[in-house]
C-alpha cells in the first residue's frame, strides 16, 4: 500500500490555546484508520487541518509524496480529500441527483445549446451507488431523507468528484445497527477501490471491526499509533488518558449536607433513559462522558428548556413541576449554558444589561427598572466575581472569553440558586480565567450551594468534584466518590468497556 | 426516469407532493370559472377574455422574473417602478418617430440596468434584498417627475402597434404570444440549464452553495438582471397599451407580482418553486378584477378578495408543510437504502 498523506509536526494555536503541537500521521492507500481521543484532544482541529478550513502555524502536509500548503478547503478538495461531517451540507429542497452533481453536472449539447444531461447523470449515480450496494430513489428531495441515507448521499457526492481520501467523522453517533453494518460494507468496498478512509470514533468496537490502524491523540499531540491487530481497548484507553495526576484545582474541604435535589426516572425518548439521581447541600457533582452521551440534553430537560416525558424532580423533599426555564428558576434551580453565544448571553448588550436581564421584575418598580438598583447588582458582581472590564457598561462582545464566562456565572448568581448547573464552564477559556472561575465554584459550595459540574476536562472533573456520574448514551453508566476515581476508570466507563 | 425504490415507507414521494400544490390551485381556477359561468355569463364575451388574457400576460411575464429572484432566497418590492421608468423609457423613445421594433429591446435594457444596480446593492454591498428594494423603489419612482412634466402623450400612432395592431388571427394580442414563448422557454430553463440549479441551491443554503463552488454572487446579480429585462417586456406590453403615459404605470404591480409567485408554491424563503406553478397562480390573480367587475362588486372590493384568495392558499399550503414535517419527525426514517 502506497502513502497517500502524511503531516509531520503540525502545530496549531488559537489564541491564548496551542491546539496541536507535535502532531504527525500518515495514512495509507485502501487503508482504514482510526483516529481516537477524548474530547478536546485535538481531533477536530487535526481534520480541520488536512481538509483545509485552518491553516497549521508549521508542520508539513504530504499528499503523494508532494508537499502542499492548504489555503483554504477548495485547496485540499482538489487533491481528492473529502469530509463527511455529521451537519451535513446538502440542499433539503433539492433531489439526490441534484444535490450529487450541484456545481459539475454533466451536460449535452441539443440543437447547440448546452442542456443539463439527467439520463448521464442518472448513469453516473447509479453507478455510483451499485458500487455501494444501494437502490435508492434519485428523485427524493433531501428534506425528506434520514441521517444514515443523508451520509450516504454525501458520500456519493464524494465518489463524483473521484476523492480518494473520506473523512468520516462520528458517522455513526445517529445510526442504528442496521445502518452501521451498511456504511461498514461501503467502507469496505471504498477499502477495495484504493481509496483510503480515516476513521474519527468512540466507539472502540467499531474500530476493532472496521480498522486497520488506529493513532491515539491527546493534548493536541501525537502520542501513538499502532496495527488494530497489535493493541488491545485497554491499551487505547491507557493510550488516551495517560496524562499525570497532579492536583491542579484546590479544593477546599466543605461539610456536605444533606440531600437537597433530586432526579427519579427521567426519560425523554430517543436521548434520556430512566435517569435518576441525587445531589446534596454544598456538594459539586461532576456529570462525565464523551460528546453525545446526553449530559447537556439532561440538564435542559431538568431545567424545562426542553420537554422531558417522564420524570420527578424533588427540591428539598418536595416535588416541583418544572414545564418551562421559569418553572426551574422559581424552585431556585438555575442552568450557565456551555454555549455562552447562543444561551447564555447578550453580546451586544452590557454587563450590567446582561446580569440584570433575568430578574428585570425584581429591580422594577411600577413597571419602570430601577437603573440603580441594577447598577448596584452589576457593581457587585463585577467586583466579587472578579470581571475584568472599565466598567457595567461594557459590551460583553468586547471582552475575553474567561471573561464572558463570569458573566454568564454572575448572570445565574444574581437570581441567588440553589442549584447551579454549569455545562462547561471553562470550556475556550485562558488558563488563568479557569483558575478563577473554579475558585468562585470553590467559595460558592463554601457559601451553601449546591453545583452540578457537566465537563469533558478530566483533571477538572477529578480536581473539584466530590463525586462524578458518568453518562453514556442517554443512560447513566457509573458513579464514582472522589477518594476511589481516577480517569482510567472514567474513561472506561465512558466507553463501556469491561 | 423514476428509479423503482425499496417502497421506502415515505409518506409521499417528491412528484406526488408536487402533485398536490398544483392540483389544489387546478382545482382553485376551476371552480372560480364555474362562478363566472354561473354568476357573470358575459365574461366569456370575446372582447374581455382577451382583454384579462392580455393582462394575465403581462403579470405573468413580470411573475416570472420575480420568480427567479425569490427562488434564491431574496425579494424585490421595487419591480413596479421599473416597470413605472420603462414605461416612460419607451414613451420617451416612441416620442421620438422610430420603428416600434426598438420599443421592446429599449424596455428590456432600462430594466435588466435598473435590476442590475438592485443586484449589485445586494451582493457587493450586502444590504438585505427588503431593504435595498425599497430604497430603489423610491429613487427609481422619484427620478421620474424630475424628468417628465406630468404625463406623456401626443404620441405617434406606430406607438400602440402591438397592442392593437398585432394581433394572431385578428383577435389575441401579440402580448399572449410574448407571454407562451417566455413561459415555455422559462419552463425548460428552468429544469435543463445548470444556472437555475445554481439558483435553487443558493435559495437552499448559499454558504452550501459556495461550498460547492457556486459563485453565489455573480449568479444572484445575474438572476436580477434576468428578472429586470422581464420586467422590461412587460412595462413594454402596458405602456404601449394607450397614447398617454404617466409616470405611475407600474405603481403598486410588485404585490401582484410577489402574490403570483408565492400563490403559485415557491416559497418566499427560497429555495423552491416551479414556473408552472406561477403560471396558474398568476392566471388566478388576473381574472379576480375582471371577474369581480363583471359580478356586479364594486372593484373596492377586489383587493379585498385577492387579499383574501392568497392568505387562504398560503395557510392551506402552510397547514401541509407543517404536517408534513410532523409526519418526517415522528416516523422513524429507518427506510434504509436497501442493500442488496
Request: include cysteine; glycine fraction near 8%.
Amino acid at each position: 500500500m502506497n502513502e497517500i498523506l502524511r503531516l509531520n509536526n503540525i502545530i496549531k494555536t488559537f489564541p491564548g490555546v496551542l491546539a496541536l503541537s507535535n502532531m504527525s500521521f500518515d495514512l495509507k492507500a485502501g487503508e482504514v484508520h482510526a483516529i481516537c481521543g477524548e474530547n478536546g484532544a485535538g481531533k477536530s482541529t487535526l481534520m480541520n487541518i488536512v481538509t483545509g478550513v485552518y491553516k497549521a502555524d508549521s508542520g508539513d502536509i504530504i499528499v503523494d509524496e508532494k508537499k502542499y500548503v492548504f489555503e483554504k478547503p477548495n485547496d485540499a478538495f482538489d487533491l481528492g480529500i473529502a469530509i463527511i461531517h455529521q451537519e451535513t451540507s446538502l440542499f433539503e429542497e433539492m433531489t439526490i441527483l441534484e444535490n450529487i452533481f450541484l456545481g459539475h453536472e454533466i451536460t449535452k449539447k441539443v440543437a447547440g445549446i448546452r442542456v443539463i444531461d439527467y439520463e448521464g447523470m442518472e448513469k453516473e449515480a447509479e453507478n455510483i451507488f451499485d458500487l455501494m450496494n444501494l437502490s435508492i430513489d434519485l428523485n427524493v428531495k433531501i428534506k425528506k431523507l434520514g441521517m444514515a441515507q443523508k451520509q450516504m448521499v454525501e458520500i456519493a457526492k464524494a465518489l463524483t468528484f473521484n476523492s480518494r481520501i473520506f473523512i468520516l467523522d462520528e458517522p455513526t453517533a445517529s445510526l442504528t445497527q442496521r445502518e452501521v453494518a451498511a456504511l461498514f460494507e461501503i467502507v469496505r468496498k471504498l477499502k477495495s477501490k484504493g481509496v483510503a478512509v480515516v476513521y474519527i470514533s468512540h466507539r472502540l468496537e467499531e474500530i476493532f471491526e472496521l480498522c486497520d490502524r488506529v493513532t491515539v491523540v491527546r493534548d493536541g499531540q501525537f502520542i501513538s499509533c499502532k496495527n488494530v491487530s497489535e493493541t488491545n481497548k485497554h491499551d487505547l484507553v491507557s493510550d488516551m488518558v495517560g496524562r499525570s495526576m497532579d492536583n491542579y484545582y484546590p479544593k477546599a474541604d466543605v461539610k456536605i449536607g444533606g440531600e437537597i435535589f433530586k432526579v427519579e426516572g427521567l426519560n425523554q425518548r430517543g436521548v434520556l433513559s430512566d435517569i435518576s439521581f441525587s445531589a446534596r447541600k454544598g456538594e459539586i457533582l461532576g456529570f462525565a462522558g464523551l460528546a453525545g452521551a446526553g449530559r447537556t440534553e439532561l440538564a435542559q430537560a431538568i431545567c424545562g428548556l426542553t420537554k422531558k416525558d417522564r420524570g420527578k424532580i424533588y427540591m428539598n423533599g418536595r416535588e416541583v413541576k418544572i414545564h418551562h426555564y421559569q418553572d426551574a428558576m422559581q424552585s431556585e434551580i438555575v442552568y450557565v449554558s456551555e454555549d455562552r453565544g447562543k444561551y447564555g448571553l447578550i453580546v451586544e448588550m452590557s454587563i450590567k444589561h446582561n446580569i440584570s436581564m433575568p430578574q428585570l421584575e425584581k429591580l422594577s418598580k411600577n413597571s419602570f427598572i430601577d437603573f440603580k438598583a441594577e447598577q448596584k447588582v452589576a457593581d457587585e458582581y463585577i467586583k466579587n466575581v472578579g470581571i475584568k472590564a472599565p466598567d457595567a457598561d461594557f459590551f460583553v462582545e468586547n471582552l475575553s472569553g474567561g471573561n464572558q464566562q463570569k458573566v454568564s456565572v454572575s448572570k445565574a448568581l444574581a437570581l441567588k440558586p440553589k442549584l447551579l448547573i454549569l455545562d462547561e464552564p471553562t470550556r475556550g477559556v485562558d488558563v488563568n480565567a479557569k483558575a478563577e472561575i473554579h475558585y468562585i465554584i470553590s467559595k460558592l459550595v463554601e457559601e451553601g450551594l449546591t453545583i452540578i459540574l457537566i465537563s469533558s476536562e478530566m483533571p477538572e472533573l477529578l480536581g473539584m468534584c466530590d463525586r462524578i456520574i458518568i453518562m453514556k448514551n442517554g443512560k447513566i453508566a457509573g458513579e464514582f466518590d472522589r477518594k476511589e476515581v481516577t480517569q482510567e476508570k472514567i474513561l472506561k466507563v465512558a466507553l463501556e468497556i469491561e | 426516469m423514476k428509479h423503482n425504490s425499496d417502497g421506502s415507507g415515505q409518506p409521499g414521494s417528491g412528484i406526488k407532493k408536487g402533485l398536490t400544490t398544483e392540483v389544489y390551485l387546478f382545482i382553485l381556477v376551476i371552480v372560480i370559472m364555474l362562478i363566472l359561468r354561473l354568476f357573470a355569463a358575459d365574461f366569456y364575451s370575446l372582447n374581455n377574455v382577451m382583454s384579462t388574457f392580455n393582462y394575465f400576460s403581462y403579470l405573468l411575464i413580470g411573475a416570472v422574473g420575480m420568480n427567479l429572484i425569490i427562488i434564491t432566497g431574496n425579494i424585490d418590492v421595487s419591480a413596479g417602478a421599473i416597470i413605472s421608468v420603462v414605461g416612460i423609457a419607451v414613451a420617451f423613445v416612441g416620442k421620438t418617430n422610430v420603428p416600434f421594433e426598438v420599443f421592446l429591446p429599449v424596455g428590456m435594457a432600462v430594466g435588466a440596468g435598473l435590476s442590475f444596480m438592485n443586484g449589485i446593492f445586494i451582493t457587493k454591498l450586502r444590504i438585505p434584498s427588503i431593504v435595498a428594494t425599497l430604497a430603489t423603489t423610491q429613487l427609481f419612482a422619484g427620478i421620474l417627475p424630475l424628468v417628465v412634466d406630468g404625463a406623456i402623450y401626443d404620441l405617434p400612432a406606430n406607438f400602440t402597434w402591438l397592442a392593437f395592431n398585432a394581433k394572431l388571427f385578428g383577435i389575441i394580442p401579440s402580448s399572449v404570444l410574448f407571454m407562451i414563448i417566455i413561459a415555455v422557454i422559462a419552463i425548460i430553463f428552468m429544469k435543463y440549464s445548470r444556472f437555475a440549479k445554481k439558483l435553487y441551491a443558493i435559495g437552499n443554503n448559499a454558504n452550501a452553495a459556495k461550498l460547492a463552488g457556486v459563485n453565489v454572487n455573480k449568479t444572484v446579480v445575474k438572476g436580477f438582471v434576468i428578472a429586470g429585462a422581464l420586467y422590461g417586456v412587460a412595462g413594454t406590453l402596458i405602456v404601449t397599451a394607450g397614447q398617454r403615459v404617466t409616470m405611475t404605470m407600474g405603481s403598486g404591480l410588485e404585490m401582484t407580482l410577489i402574490a403570483a409567485v408565492v400563490l403559485g408554491g415557491t416559497s418566499i424563503a427560497g429555495g423552491s418553486g416551479k414556473i408552472i406553478g406561477t403560471v396558474v397562480g398568476a392566471f388566478i390573480l388576473s381574472l379576480i378584477s375582471p371577474a369581480m367587475n363583471y359580478m356586479g362588486l364594486s372593484s373596492d372590493w377586489s383587493d379585498a378578495v385577492m387579499g383574501a384568495i392568497i392568505l387562504v392558499s398560503v395557510i392551506v399550503s402552510q397547514i401541509a408543510v407543517m404536517t408534513e414535517k410532523n409526519k418526517l419527525n415522528t416516523m422513524k426514517l429507518n427506510c434504509n437504502p436497501e442493500v442488496k
